[in-house]
């Protein structure tokens, strides 16, 4: 609970005055950090374990085949990852958010993916709930853009 206090509390900084057209965000440089270490690591192991084998089968190749592949895939997806407000909408990849029928805005610590707990933010309309990682720069104003554009205040 102190997380969500804090994160409401900083919200308190970030109010926007005024609505642009279009808003895009992008991951967060921390989690760019993360992400790139993780791949650094398995990528140097891939290629600590090819020099070191004296002779190479077919299990082996297909395997740092398959972990090149994962590494690959896994900076494109990285680097393409956007969330963007515009008209009335929250495009997160192929998802469309439509915001004129939310009726509720809340910071919750939930866990969206993996077994880490995150600070996400939950938006609720009638029968139906849509949950966003908030692993975004600029997070602050993305809930505060959010807030305005729904006239829901934030708990």
Known sequence: MEKIDKFLENLEKYKVSELKDKYVFRISKSYYLR???????IAINGIYTYRNIKRLNFILVFLLFLISAYVMYSIYTVLIYKVIVENNKIIVGKNIIPLENIKSLRIINAR????????CLELVEEGKKYIIRLNIDEKYKFVSVISKITNVEVK
């Open 35 to 41: 992400v790139f270490l993780f791949i650094a690591i």
């Open 112 to 119: 969206v993916g993996g077994a880490k707990f995150d600070t």
